[in-house]
């Protein structure tokens, strides 16, 4: 699902997405995608000892800073050599929207001279993927280098340190009580995978979440995710190899989507739109209705979306277990699968769901697949990263969210921010807010600037979210939109997809 605000005056930063370099010369200040000379994050003396090979991360060569290779041998803890121990430590784990636009946010303030924080970002992957736009990687729209721009790229004229990294530990040491309240004091470590230990003082969790796939047995083994660039080229992969060996054939493919969120119902209109007649796509969802949070108008665009494509809904139904059809071979038969009529591509394997009524009165299903796609659940992967002699370090809500005040610092450590995903932060009516872009897009925006009021012993703004308005991508020319400033209004088919394509448009994606 999409957010979209339209030429709409807003406290929290706003700016225009435009296609290809355009769109990030106007998201990101500097932008340019000709490589630059990053400068080495690493002193002399640490590059030798951790003995990094480094490697140009582009077609003509350039900037260096990315890990290839680190071995088990060269993990041991070693500290990072910040260039001015007298200046505010800033470390940001995690570079999606929050963390990518919180470090553009502090680069963007003015500062003392003695007190312009230094910074590093830390995340996982070398790219910031734009997630609004990855459906259109699946129908052909768009290359990966318009919604996936490299860190290096967008960071080349700012003084922002990235690493691609994963987190393994935190330790904090600002509890309340402790050294809280000192200016100068440690704000507590980071221990990365690659053995890198980051001191900070000051901390910023957006570390996003994952995909949560072990909730149901065979998921793991057999359903692709879709959050990542990685994810959509798995599926873009195996959809196109599976369309390439039935090209000629009466063969259909069969895709079956796991979730009617706002992303599985985007996720089903465009795999519908790029099969046609060459195959099926059914989307299973425990409610008896499809994206019931979103507006009625996107809502009824989308169900009419759906039915022109011929998408099959089984709603009312959660998984109960997902089996690759080659394992029944030699087991007993599934009851209710035809092995006659079951055709199965050559060199690729078959599925079965095992569908389980959400409700009495229904009926078990089983259907097969070629292709299991999972859009429902997350986790935050907090819990994973608190020390194992000092559990609860930080304070978590049961999803694994960090607990935050109204300023978005973590409750209990003066000197930790979080937002997105990795806060648990509550609106008005005590609702925890949603977990979409568009919150933690202005979650940074505050971000930045309470970082800042900290360092400079100013008083912190409390965060009010402001729903900017709602989008859903339904293929190549097909969207819904409906814009908050007026109530009722529903834009849909091309003139929707036409208002997603404004320049005075503002995307951010809800998972």
């Given amino acids: 699902m999409l957010h979209i605000a339209l030429a709409a005056p807003v406290s929290p930063t706003v700016v225009a997405f435009h296609r290809g370099a355009k769109q990030w010369s106007a998201l990101i200040p500097n932008f340019r995608r000709s490589r630059g000379i990053g400068s080495s994050v690493f002193s002399s003396s640490l590059r030798k000892r951790l003995q990094l090979r480094f490697f140009a991360s582009g077609e003509n060569g350039g900037n260096g800073g990315v890990l290839e290779e680190i071995s088990e041998a ?17 470390c940001i784990l995690g570079g999606g929207f929050g ?3 919180t470090a553009l946010r502090l680069e963007s303030l003015e500062w003392p001279d003695d007190k312009k924080p230094q910074i590093v970002l830390v995340d996982q992957s070398e790219r910031f993927v734009f997630k609004p736009m990855l459906y259109e990687l699946l129908s052909g729209e768009v290359d990966e280098w318009e919604i996936a721009p490299r860190f290096s790229d967008l960071l080349a004229n700012t003084s922002v340190q990235f690493f691609k990294d994963r987190v393994k530990v935190l330790n904090p040491s600002d509890h309340w009580g402790m050294n809280g309240s000192k200016a100068s004091s440690c ?3 980071v221990h990365l995978e690659s053995g890198l230990l980051i001191e900070y003082d000051w901390l910023v969790l957006a570390l996003g979440a994952e995909a949560k796939l072990d909730v149901v047995p065979g998921a793991i083994e057999f359903a692709i995710p879709f959050s990542t660039l990685e994810d959509a080229r798995k599926v873009n992969d195996k959809l196109t190899k599976l369309e390439r060996k039935t090209f000629g054939t009466d063969f259909q493919i ?8 706002y992303s599985g119902v985007e996720l089903a209109a465009t795999l519908a739109e790029r ?3 060459r195959g099926i796509v059914r989307a299973i969802n425990v409610e008896t209705m499809i994206c019931p949070n979103a507006p009625p108008g996107n809502r009824e665009v989308a169900l009419k979306v759906l039915s022109s494509r011929k998408v099959e809904l089984l709603l009312g139904y959660f998984v109960r ?23 199965v591509v050559p060199d690729f394997e078959k599925y079965i769901l095992e569908l389980q009524p959400a409700e009495r009165g229904m009926q078990s299903k089983i259907i097969e697949a070629d292709l299991v796609l999972w859009t429902v659940g997350t986790k935050p992967p907090l819990p994973q990263l608190e020390p194992s002699d000092e559990p609860f370090v930080i304070p978590l809500n049961a999803r694994g969210q960090a607990e935050t005040d109204e300023t978005l610092r973590v409750k209990g450590h003066p000197r930790i921010f979080a937002l997105g995903d990795s806060s648990a932060l509550r609106d008005s009516n005590g609702r925890i807010l949603p977990a979409t872009a568009q919150v ?13 009021a900290a360092i400079n012993g100013r008083p912190l703004l409390p965060f009010r979210f402001q729903n900017l308005g709602e989008m859903m991508t339904l293929g190549r020319n097909d969207a819904a939109i409906s814009p908050s400033f007026i109530d009722g209004l529903t834009l849909e088919g ?10 005075c448009a503002i995307l951010h994606y809800v998972s």
């Fill in 321 to 343: 277990c997902i089996r690759r059809l080659s394992d029944l071979e030699s087991s007993d038969p599934l009851t209710g699968v035809d092995e006659n009529s079951t055709e």
């Fill in 99 to 101: 963390g990518l636009y």
């Fill in 440 to 452: 933690a897009f202005q979650q940074a925006d505050f971000t930045g600037w309470n970082l800042w």
């Fill in 275 to 277: 099969l046609q007649n």
């Fill in 494 to 503: 091309s003139i929707g997809h036409t208002g997603k394509l404004a320049p």
């Fill in 74 to 90: 060269e993990k041991e803890p070693t500290n990072f050599a910040w260039p001015d121990n007298k200046k505010p430590r800033v």
């Fill in 187 to 189: 704000g507590g470590t």
């Fill in 254 to 261: 069969s895709v079956a989507v796991v979730g009617c969120g």
